[in-house]
């Protein structure tokens, strides 16, 4: 409130400003800065979505049910981290421009093994899909908290 106040007093005295920030969560909030002012860039806090992946056809049921990590790092845009048979796999996971629920999501780890996902959001925080690893095991995955 503080802010609206103080754009509005500068408002009446030479304009004012309102920049937009995009949040975590990528919804965007706009906030006045008065004429002048040197506009602080906060970059919001990171928020992580777990992965839970769940065995889809006989491979990936050798190595049973697996969890990894989606931390957001900007709108439509994420880090993505799963352990997979002994083997740290990081990439990223990106929403499509197109349909910013859709998204893809590939990792890869230090000994050749990748991971290709899609997945569709039904909020910002809750998803599921689809993972396939190039050892020819499918999951079911569910992200969210």
Same mark, same amino acid.
């Given at each position: 409130?503080?802010?609206?106040?103080?754009?509005?007093?500068?408002?009446?005295?030479?304009?004012?400003?309102?920049?937009?920030?995009?949040?975590?969560?990528?919804?965007?909030?706009?906030?006045?800065?008065?004429?002048?002012?040197?506009?602080?860039?906060?970059?919001?806090?990171? =928020?992580?979505?777990?992965?839970?992946?769940?065995?889809? %056809?006989?491979?990936? #049921?050798?190595?049973?049910? !697996?969890? @990894?990590?989606?931390?957001?790092?900007?709108?439509?845009?994420?880090?993505?981290?799963?352990?997979?048979?002994?083997?740290?796999?990081?990439?990223?996971?990106?929403?499509?421009?197109?349909?910013?629920?859709?998204?893809?999501? =590939?990792?890869?780890?230090?000994?050749?093994?990748?991971? %290709?996902?899609?997945? #569709?959001?039904?909020?910002? !925080?809750? @998803?599921?899909?689809?993972?396939?690893?190039?050892?020819?095991?499918?999951?079911?995955?569910?992200?969210?908290?």
């Amino acid at each position: 409130m503080a802010k609206v106040v103080c754009c509005s007093v500068s408002l009446g005295l030479s304009g004012c400003y309102v920049v937009p920030v995009v949040g975590p969560d990528g919804q965007t909030a706009y906030y006045p800065v008065a004429p002048g002012a040197v506009p602080t860039v906060v970059r919001p806090a990171t =928020s992580t979505l777990s992965a839970r992946l769940y065995p889809a %056809n006989e491979a990936a #049921q050798r190595t049973g049910m !697996l969890t @990894g990590t989606v931390t957001h790092v900007s709108a439509g845009k994420g880090l993505f981290q799963i352990s997979y048979r002994g083997e740290n796999l990081t990439g990223e996971a990106t929403r499509m421009s197109s349909d910013e629920r859709k998204g893809l999501a =590939s990792a890869y780890g230090p000994s050749g093994t990748s991971m %290709n996902c899609e997945y #569709q959001m039904q909020s910002p !925080l809750l @998803g599921a899909g689809t993972c396939s690893f190039s050892d020819g095991a499918r999951y079911q995955v569910h992200l969210g908290n």
